[in-house]
């Protein structure tokens, strides 16, 4: 199986201020025939279950306000939170779809510092 | 629009089986694979598997394996999770979630069920 680790468990930021979750694969998540990077990001909130967020290592599903942005490729993937909001506090997992035994992160915790 | 919609919240006792189910909404139910995740109390989100809603082909993590089974109702468009010889540890939220991709495995996900709260206890 493919182990996604993420960094770091949990982050304070302050409002307004960048907020960086990292994503390492054990192996490469990028797919030669098509140039893919098979990882998405998804928010969770207390007592909800996931949300998309990022697909393809870095584009924005539908909806999703532009402050979100992923990047990355091979074994190293980034989720950016240029201005960070109130109401993005929220768990933030990687997920891995390279293969049919899907992996996620351990998760981010991130808080308003 | 599309939804999935999970059955009610269960509490079981160690040693018991569980069954969960998935309504499927709004779209044709056998276009798009099915996949189970779980979330023990403040812990991470675990993949457990997936069905092909078209075949009833299964596919679980080792984790799983021999105590899992996974199978569908294509004529009420529904996707069932049944969990045996449940322990403390089995206790979690056990959601279901939809590819993105018709006929495709491996894929993320875009539409979660609510999710379905799981208490194993004596």
């Known amino acids: 199986d493919i182990v996604m680790t993420q960094s770091p468990d949990s982050l304070a930021v302050s409002l307004g201020e960048r907020a960086t979750v990292n994503c390492k694969s054990s192996q490469s998540v990028l797919y030669s025939a098509n140039n893919k990077n098979y990882l998405a990001w998804y928010q969770q909130k207390p007592g909800q279950p996931p949300k998309l967020l990022i697909y393809w290592a870095s584009t924005r599903e539908s909806g999703v306000p532009d402050r979100f942005s992923g990047s990355g490729s091979g074994t190293d993937f980034t989720l950016t939170i240029s201005s960070l909001q109130a109401e993005d506090v929220a768990v933030y997992y990687c997920?891995?779809?390279?293969?049919?035994?899907?992996?996620f992160g351990q998760g981010t915790r991130l808080e308003i510092k | 629009q599309v939804q999935l919609v999970q059955s009610g919240a269960e509490v079981k006792t160690p040693g018991a089986s569980l069954k969960v189910s998935c309504k499927a909404f709004g779209y044709t139910f056998t276009d798009y694979y099915i996949h189970w995740v779980r979330q023990a109390p403040g812990q991470g989100l675990e993949w457990m598997g997936w069905i092909s809603p078209v075949s009833g082909d299964t596919g679980f993590t080792q984790k799983f394996q021999g105590r899992v089974t996974m199978t569908r109702d294509t004529s009420i468009s529904t996707a069932y999770m049944d969990l045996s010889r449940l322990t403390s540890d089995d206790t979690a939220v056990y959601y279901c979630?939809?590819?993105?991709?018709?006929?495709?495995?491996?894929?993320?996900?875009?539409?979660w069920g609510q999710g379905t709260v799981v208490t194993v206890s004596s």
């Open positions: 997920q891995q779809y390279l293969t049919t035994l899907i992996t």
């Open positions: 979630a939809r590819a993105d991709l018709p006929r495709t495995i491996n894929y993320y996900f875009n539409y």
